[in-house]
T-cell receptor
């Protein structure tokens, strides 16, 4: 498996523009997570999906952020309009379903998208 | 909100030295994981500990889960430049699928 694939790796955009980040999870993983990482705030969970259904979006900063998962192999995170304070590295991660005792098998992260809004 | 505090925040040491990184919380976790993140990449899972008092070894790295499952430590013996990176602990509450990540420890090992 090629792992979790994110695109683009780098994105530079002007304030007010729409930005779309893309993620392809590992085949067979039932959970998909979107995180944002900054030096000041560390890794923050934005939203996660189970079997393509959004479960918890309480970490989405505001209405400018939206995420979709139209099928098991693709998810997008959209920011519209973008602002300089959205500059960060955005990670997608996937995880298999918890079974049995509910033990967590850990996340597999993508390489991230470094977003710069100027 | 569960908080996972890591200490120290930054650590710069020379090759061959030993070090310990701590991960502390007031919450009880059903399992705890450690990740290492290198520049320009996503975090990579190193280990999962699930039982209070559990100790796991991964070559020169030793991981311990506290008896009360509220804290954990990572000890590196004879650090090497390849150990350089950001170390993150992450806790699972109950059978939740999402993890709470710690504040991170940035380690630099120089020759």
């Amino acid at each position: 498996d090629a792992g979790v694939i994110q695109s683009p790796r780098h994105e530079v955009t002007e304030m007010g523009q729409e930005v779309t980040l893309r993620c392809k999870p590992i085949s067979g993983h039932d959970y998909l997570f979107w995180y944002r990482q900054t030096m000041m705030r560390g890794l923050e969970l934005l939203i996660y999906f189970n079997n393509n259904v959004p479960i918890d979006d309480s970490g989405m900063p505001e209405d400018r952020f939206s995420a979709k998962m139209p099928n098991a192999s693709f998810s997008t995170l959209k920011i519209q309009p973008s602002e300089p304070r959205d500059s960060a590295v955005y990670f997608c991660a996937s995880s298999p379903l918890l079974v049995g005792t509910g033990r967590h098998y850990g996340y597999t992260f993508g390489s991230g998208t470094r977003l710069t809004v100027v | 909100t569960q908080l996972l505090e890591q200490s120290p925040q930054f650590l710069s040491i020379q090759e061959g030295e030993n070090l310990t990184v701590y991960c502390n919380s007031s919450s009880v976790f059903s399992s705890l994981q450690w990740y290492r993140q290198e520049p320009g990449e996503g975090p990579v899972l190193l280990v999962t500990v699930v039982t209070g008092g559990e100790v796991k070894k991964l070559k020169r790295l030793t991981f311990q889960f506290g008896d009360a499952r509220k804290d954990s430590s990572l000890h590196i013996t004879a650090a090497q430049p390849g150990d350089t990176g950001l170390y993150l602990c992450a806790g699972q509450t109950g059978t939740a699928s999402k993890l709470t990540f710690g504040t991170g420890t940035r380690l630099q090992v120089t020759l």
